[in-house]
């Protein structure tokens, strides 16, 4: 049932998953990725905001993935009704200066993006199957800060992955340090069955 005194709705704009992280289970669960078209999206926030939701949360695993994110984007920021927009959560690899361009001019956008960098060791992050290394993560978030507009920047961590060792963990503790981000999601690794760390790296 829709609670009218809760101002948030939640929109997906794609669903599965095509990354496959090793640690993850959504591509086995949910399938590979398949796109939602813009009118559908805007047909759904239209109807949101007309339930008087007044903050739109765009979801899916790599938002920022979807080919027409921009445009997304743009379209929902001219839906009069809104208050804010957020999304999350997006990969660094997939941002444009576009994007950029829009959190530095649009108040509408949320001065607030999580990006989940999920360990500071790129060892780790090798075996993680993500597509970036810390130095290409850093780059991005050192690109986030020099925005004419100060944006809150939030995280993902998962620690004791496996073959983490102190030095790793380490590395993740120095990022935190370094960026100081304004809040982290840290979670204990645990193997999921069928994914590819749990058929292939041992829980160590």
Known sequence: TENEKVKTAYVPISTGC???C??????FARWLERYRNIEDIVDEVKYWTDKWKEEIVLLWQ????HPKFYQILKAILKIKKIKWLRYTSPYPTYYSDEI????EQEK???????????????????????WYTVEQFKEFIDKIRTLKRDISIT???IVGFSNETEKDFQQ?????KYWKFDMIYVGVYSPRPN?????????N
């Open 18 to 20: 095509s990354q496959f």
């Open 22 to 27: 090793s640690y993850c289970i959504v591509p």
């Open 62 to 65: 790599i938002v920022n993935k």
């Open 100 to 103: 950029f361009s829009l959190h």
């Open 108 to 130: 509408k956008l949320c001065p607030h993006i999580h990006i989940p960098v999920q360990s500071g060791s790129n060892k780790i992050l090798k075996l993680m199957n993500r």
């Open 155 to 157: 995280t993902d961590m």
């Open 172 to 176: 993740s503790l120095d990022l935190v």
């Open 195 to 203: 994914t590819l760390a749990w058929k292939t790296l041992q829980d």
